[in-house]
């Protein structure tokens, strides 16, 4: 019978990580003057989901880490005029629980309390899932159809990049090195909207299952006026799909609509996937939450998550 | 490299420690003040293990490095009994067999404890959410969540208790 290998650890070689610098900094001045000096060796640490895991398997080539967690600039959910304004460290759960975001913009709470697990959505943050530009990062694809922007701070002074700009492939991100991000906010959809998020596939070991899809529309005298579409999963990054977009503007919601809208969906999956192993069942999936969540926003049933 | 200086609260006592700052909470947890009860599953934040509150939250601690635990307050399984008398969800794990092999009761207890602790009332389906981040081998859950209700109900009773 061949061995099977289990995974060993020996005390004190892998499981203390080999660091040479942990910086804790209690103002924002004093993190980004140590990230500009720091080449690209300190590693910005927010919630720590994703970096710790892959810092211990050796997926990181960093020298130290940058610890983000006491940095009171970037806390905080608030309301400015029109725009809502999230700290880059505010944490799923945050955005699940907080009155202003279930109010305003459900589905950037629904896309929060779908996260990982409880202890998760305590940790992550919302800038964390930015700057690790995983495909199916959920409160991601909200911010996309929320056409959020990142304002990223340096010792160089400030840019503002929408969301989706931002993000350049699996992994990818125009993030600079010495840029951390600050916040995110967008604007407060107009009064006449519906909005909502769905997903499929909950566990971080169904991956190739995950999808997820953000929808936004703008209902005036019974026509959809606008309509911003954001599909997770699908694509190396959530992106804004504007085919879809266009197949709800100028239309008023109705069941033939809802299918319309459903198979225009698989096929921009099936042209986004093309010869993919996945594609198949992602095709199918696809219909699924679409009816699901346009069913909801249309005529007010339907679930929540698929 | 130099080590950090750690002054954390955990069960209620101050502690400082001089850390390698490569430790995540869990190795200090454990290998420093030899608070064994958090167990160390799978180490990336799947299993919850290794689940403690923080702050008043519950977090992996496989997923926190030591030096971000600066000024918190940490509880862990040795936290929860009082006084050498156990905690009502430890009494109702072991009268309901919600406990086999054991590796998933402390984070799981300390789930419980956080739910109970927000929502005194949970239904099964709370419950069920609350303990979601909390992987068993053995149970198959449902002892879990009756040991829970089990616990809510006996602590609402002590509490109505009380208060007369
Ligand atoms: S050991 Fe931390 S979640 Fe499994
Ligand atoms: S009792 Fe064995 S893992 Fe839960």
Do not use: W
């Not at chain 1, 060796?41 to 989901?49: H, S, V, W």
């Not at chain 1, 697990?117 to 495909?135: K, L, M, V």
């Not at chain 1, 006449?192 to 769905?198: A, I, Q, S």
């Amino acid at each position: 019978m061949g061995a099977r290998a289990y995974k060993t650890y020996k005390k004190d070689e892998i499981k203390v990580l080999k660091l040479q610098e942990f910086c804790q900094p209690v103002e924002l001045k004093k993190a980004l003057d140590l990230l500009a000096v720091a080449g690209d060796q300190l590693k910005p640490l927010a919630g720590g989901t994703d970096l710790i895991p892959a810092a211990r398997q050796g997926e990181l080539k960093i020298k130290g880490f940058l610890d983000l967690s006491r940095l009171e600039e970037l806390k905080g959910i608030k309301e400015e005029g029109r725009e809502i304004h999230l700290g880059s460290l505010t944490t799923f759960s945050q955005l699940e629980l907080s009155p202003l975001i279930k109010d305003q913009v459900p589905l950037l709470a629904e896309a929060a309390s779908t996260v990982g697990s409880p202890q998760i959505r305590n940790q992550g943050t919302i800038g964390g899932n930015i700057a690790n530009a995983s495909p199916a990062a959920d409160t991601v694809t909200a911010l996309v159809a929320l056409e959020a922007q990142a304002r990223l701070v340096s010792s160089q002074g400030i840019r503002v990049v929408p969301v989706d700009e931002l993000l350049c492939g699996m992994g990818e991100t125009g993030i600079q090195p010495q840029e951390i991000i600050q916040e995110v906010f967008f604007a407060i959809p107009p009064p006449e909207n519906r909005n909502g998020f769905v997903k499929l596939g909950r566990r971080k070991a169904l991956a190739i299952a995950r999808m997820n899809m953000a929808v936004i529309i703008t209902l005036e005298d019974g026509v959809i006026t606008r309509a911003r579409v954001a599909l997770g999963a699908v694509g190396p990054n959530p992106y804004r799909n504007q085919i879809l977009e266009g197949v709800l503007e100028g239309r008023k919601p109705s069941p033939s609509l809802l299918e319309e809208f459903t198979s225009e969906a698989e096929q921009e999956v099936a042209a986004k996937l093309g010869p993919r192993p996945s594609a198949p069942y992602k095709r199918e999936a696809i219909k699924g939450i679409a009816r699901d969540l346009l069913s909801r926003l249309f005529f007010g049933n339907g679930q929540v998550v698929a | 490299m130099a080590a950090f200086h750690l002054e954390m609260k955990v069960n209620g006592e101050l502690v400082a420690v001089d850390i390698d700052p490569g430790m995540r909470l869990l190795d200090v947890l454990r290998e420093v003040l030899h608070l064994t009860g958090t167990k160390e599953g799978c180490g990336e934040g799947e299993c919850g293990a290794c689940s403690v509150i923080l702050d008043g939250e519950l977090v992996d601690s496989c997923l926190v490095m030591a030096p971000q635990a600066y000024g918190k307050e940490v509880v862990t399984i040795e936290g929860v009994a009082a006084l050498g008398q156990l905690h009502p969800l430890q009494e109702a794990f072991i009268e309901a067999g919600a406990v086999q092999c054991g590796f998933c009761t402390p984070g799981m207890i300390l789930a419980a404890k956080v739910l109970l602790d927000h929502n005194p009332n949970p239904d099964r389906q709370e419950i069920a959410r609350a303990i979601s981040g909390n992987l068993c081998r053995c149970t198959g859950y449902s002892k879990i969540i009756k040991a829970v209700e089990i616990a809510a109900s006996r602590i609402k009773a002590e509490a109505g208790a009380a208060s007369d």
